[in-house]
């Protein structure tokens, strides 16, 4: 069954970086774009950022652009986001997905939990 095991979160100063992946199993990884997205306390799961299947294109939240960066490796069934000068308010659980499109999406992680705070 489709199954997405986020990690590397944790608590770093604002700006700091964190460096977080996404392994996933199931499905062909290498057909889908794989979608990361972040859940604020109190507030709606909104997309971060999302890669092609074959990682050669790329988007971000227009908040994120220029701090996260988004990659894969299709031989290791793995996501990546990298997050780089963060601040407060990305504090939030992150998770990834199979796609922006509901569609396509498999049931969700556990997340994995960024905290950016002195």
């Known amino acids: 069954q489709v199954q997405f095991v986020e990690s590397g979160g944790g608590l770093v100063q604002p700006g700091g970086s964190l460096s977080l992946s996404c392994l996933a199993s199931?499905?062909?990884?290498?057909?889908?774009?794989i979608a990361w997205y972040r859940e604020a306390p109190g507030e709606a799961r909104v997309l971060v950022a999302e890669?092609?299947?074959?990682?050669?294109?790329?988007r971000y939240a227009n908040s994120m652009r220029g701090r996260f960066t988004i990659s894969r490796d299709n031989g290791k069934t793995t996501a990546y986001l990298k997050m780089n000068s963060l601040k407060p308010e990305d504090t939030a659980t992150y998770y990834c997905?199979?796609?922006?499109?509901?569609?396509?999406?498999?049931?969700w992680g556990q997340g994995t939990q960024v905290t950016v705070s002195y």
């Open positions: 997905q199979r796609s922006s499109r509901s569609n396509y999406w498999g049931p």
């Open positions: 199931g499905f062909t990884f290498s057909d889908y774009a």
């Open positions: 890669i092609s299947s074959d990682g050669g294109a790329t």
